[in-house]
């Protein structure tokens, strides 16, 4: 008997011993990165090198190549190899404990990681669903224009809009699971015909499959929340930005090659010149239990995908990531890339400013505050396919505040991106306090733009330019030591009503009790400013 326990122990051993692992292989250098500083247009779009170069960002070692004859020798070791990254300077391949050996032992090997961190799994509670919030039905909204009015004015977006800060020359990546309906969907008409959709690719196939119905629409929605477009019935937060739609998330499974499919579609959008990455997904368990992450490593640095998300701020692309919905489930917290500092995080919150209950809580596992600052996730409208709909979810909260971003650069390109960060976070409904679901409060674009102004020492809303009485209930005056050129006044869904006389007091007689803005442009300057007709 001791004799067959020996044989099975052994054979057991063997089982353990040949099984493999997702790891990524660091190589040592780039020997040939000096071809790529002598013409970085070879790797490089000129519209990424003008983005680095208004925001005075250098090239360096992660922008060159890799070395290709590393990557024909880790496949003459036997292995197959079909994903990289330039910025980690390496290649993922699946390999059992020996061939790691082996991989480690070669000259033109740094390092090999794993990327199982817990080798006797990770105890976390499964997630129910992996888009917990999300709703696939859809049915016509009864709303004519205005269904998003509520989240885009409780973000104060809309002084941007009128301003026409509407996301034009912005490029954003969607990075998510596919597109099915955006090559077809009305919705998605305006963007199509305008040749704002710029590009795509389908990591998980590699192909350029995007638009497939077999693919899961998540990635539809959220672009419909910053893109979509239905005449008097909804706008998206940057109806006018450019766009380009990678699927990196393979939606019925979890595996730990989709965040290096992330991390690949990061790269591409660098390459290509995007300012805006919007990211609505989040890692943690994994169907393989080996690959699961503990709320101890949500602390920005543990994860491949945390890492590569930095750099790709770091390369000057404002980059946003949900929380996750795991509020009201056993692991409660953020998700993986959430936890990163410079990955500005989303939360989300109700139409009556409080927080979604699913909402994920922070801080990251050392403290830093997570999420960032929130936007509407309960209940938050947006479009697809050919109708105007809403659903609920981190998901939807942050590519709605990744196109309010996409305006604020639009209104201040060459601003540095951590400034920036740091203004919304002041200028959020909480600060400077904060809770661990909504960071520090709902963010609030206008005033943003408004300190961001003053900070460069421009002319602004706050400094020489005033409005009073406001409230008003006829008669109102504009105090202005400049010469007043117009004066027009919209609604608050961005339509004009009137244009009024270029003087210092004007009327509103005759205008309906409301919110309004007032356009009013100078010998040096255009302001948006507020006022309420009683």
């Not at 013409?39 to 070395?67: G, M, V």
């Not at 403290?367 to 947006?382: E, I, L, N």
Request: glycine share 8%; net charge neutral; proline share 4%.
């Amino acid at each position: 008997m001791k004799k067959y326990l020996s044989v099975f122990a052994l054979f057991l051993f063997l089982i353990i011993s040949a099984q493999t692992e997702l790891v990524f292989v660091y190589f040592k250098d780039k020997p040939n990165k000096a071809a790529f500083y002598a013409n970085p247009l070879t790797e490089l779009t000129q519209k990424s090198l003008d983005r680095r170069a208004r925001l005075s960002i250098p090239l360096n070692d992660q922008d060159a190549p890799i070395e290709q004859t590393y990557i024909q020798n880790v496949r003459n070791l036997g292995f197959t190899v079909t994903d990289y990254s330039k910025w980690m300077n390496g290649v993922a391949v699946n390999a059992t404990p020996a061939q790691i050996a082996t991989l480690q032992a070669q000259t033109y090997v740094q390092s090999v990681e794993r990327f199982i961190k817990h080798p006797n799994g990770g105890k976390n509670p499964a997630r129910v669903n992996k888009f917990e919030e999300f709703n696939n039905t859809v049915g016509k909204t009864d709303f004519n224009y205005g269904i998003g009015l509520s989240q885009i004015n409780q973000i104060n977006l809309r002084p941007l809009h009128i301003a026409g800060y509407t996301g034009t020359g912005v490029t954003i990546a969607v990075i998510d699971t596919g597109f099915p309906t955006v090559n077809t969907g009305s919705t998605y008409a305006r963007i199509r015909n305008n040749g704002q959709i710029k590009g795509g690719y389908n990591f998980i196939s590699k192909n350029t499959d995007i638009y497939s119905t077999s693919l899961n629409n998540h990635g539809s929605y959220c672009l419909g929340v910053i893109a979509g477009f239905i005449q008097n019935q909804y706008v998206g937060s940057a109806p006018d930005a450019d766009f380009y739609l990678y699927a990196t998330e393979d939606a019925a499974d979890e595996y730990p090659e989709e965040l290096i499919y992330w991390t690949e579609a990061a790269e591409e959008a660098d390459r290509k010149g995007v300012d805006v990455i919007s990211s609505s997904l989040g890692y943690y368990d994994f169907d393989d239990s080996r690959y699961n992450l503990l709320y101890s490593d949500m602390d920005g640095q543990t994860s491949f995908i945390a890492r590569t998300a930095q750099i790709a701020t770091e390369k000057g692309i404002f980059v946003l990531n949900a929380a996750g919905n795991e509020g009201q489930n056993a692991w409660k917290y953020i998700i993986t890339p959430a936890d990163n500092p410079k990955v500005f995080t989303i939360g989300a919150v109700t139409s009556t400013n409080t927080s979604s209950g699913f909402s994920s809580y922070g801080p990251n596992a050392v403290g830093v505050v997570k999420p960032d600052a929130s936007a509407r996730g309960t209940g938050t409208a947006m479009a697809y396919n050919n109708n105007a709909t809403t659903s609920s979810g981190t998901s939807f909260a942050t590519p709605l505040a990744a196109g309010g971003v996409a305006c604020l650069l639009q209104a201040q390109p060459t601003k540095p991106h951590d400034f920036l960060r740091l203004l919304l976070r002041e200028n959020a409904s909480l600060y400077p306090s904060t809770t661990p679901q909504m960071g520090y409060g709902i963010l609030n674009f206008s005033e943003t733009l408004n300190d961001a102004l003053l900070a460069a020492g421009d002319v602004g809303v706050k400094s020489t330019l005033k409005v009073y009485p406001n409230p008003v209930s006829s008669i109102f005056s504009v105090q202005t030591d400049e010469k007043i050129k117009s004066i027009e006044l919209y609604d608050t869904l961005g339509r004009k009503i009137k244009s009024l006389p270029t003087e210092k007091t004007n009327t509103l007689e005759g205008v309906a009790k409301g919110v309004y803005f007032l356009k009013v442009k100078t010998d040096a300057k255009e302001y948006i400013e507020k006022i309420i007709k009683n």
